[in-house]
């Protein structure tokens, strides 16, 4: 158990419609980052966030974006969903800005 | 395209043996590597890192070379045991700040009893 939660473990909804996957980091984590693992592709860098503000931006698609809470968990907003966005989110967590990132255990994202 | 490579979809090994695990990358500015490994419904747990300065890191039973020359790096596992089954993640990163991991494809590694 790395200590980052993830929720919820599986979603599945319909094209077009909008979603909300959260992410709890360890504790006293200050980073987070979001990946997107498509089917037979490693993992693709989305976005990282410091301590509350936008740190690094991977291919993020325009229709996602992301935040980070006052408590430090963070959001990830998929919205006018596409067939092709079905994939495994995972998120990520680290003390600083560039140390070992820690992953949480995913929400498989299914979209028909 | 795909700035690192990870050539072997699988590999099967034999209890006790060594395991193998390569990856190649084409980005010259990377320089720091990491490995992970993902048993299924899980996320990926870090192994072990080494940066571009150092040719070798050891750790336990793991042991990660690299090969600047050759853009290409290697997990070794020895000896290998069933509980290492899983799928290993090859990743790298460009100079600090080093957030930005790209990953390869995976390998699965079979460990038989």
């Known amino acids: 158990d790395s200590g980052v939660t993830q929720t919820p473990k599986h979603l599945i909804t319909a094209t077009g419609q909008r979603v909300t996957l959260r992410c709890s980091p360890r504790s006293g984590d200050l980073s987070v980052y979001w990946y997107q693992q498509s089917l037979d592709q490693g993992l693709q860098f989305l976005i990282q966030y410091y301590n509350g503000e936008e740190r690094a931006k991977g291919n993020i698609l325009e229709r996602f974006s992301a935040q980070q809470f006052p408590d430090l968990h963070s959001e990830l907003n998929l919205s006018s969903l596409e067939l092709g966005d079905s994939a495994l989110y995972f998120c990520?967590?680290?003390?600083?800005?560039?140390?070992?990132?820690?992953f949480g255990p995913g929400t498989r994202l299914t979209v028909l | 395209d795909q700035q690192v490579k990870q050539n072997s979809p699988s590999l099967s090994v034999q209890e006790g043996r060594i395991s193998i695990l390569n990856c190649d990358y084409t980005?010259?500015?990377?320089?720091?590597f990491l490995w992970y490994k993902k048993y299924p419904a899980e996320g990926p747990t870090f192994l072990i890192s080494i940066s571009s300065i150092k040719d070798k890191n050891e750790d336990g039973r793991f042991t990660v070379f690299l090969n600047k020359s050759a853009k290409h790096l290697s997990l070794h596992i020895v000896p290998s045991q069933p509980g290492d089954s899983a799928v290993y993640f090859c990743a790298a990163s460009e100079t600090a700040p080093r957030n930005k991991l790209v990953f390869g494809a995976g390998t699965i590694l079979r460990v038989k009893s």
């Open positions: 980005n010259s500015m990377f320089d720091y």
């Open positions: 990520a967590s680290s003390v600083w800005v560039s140390d070992t990132q820690y």
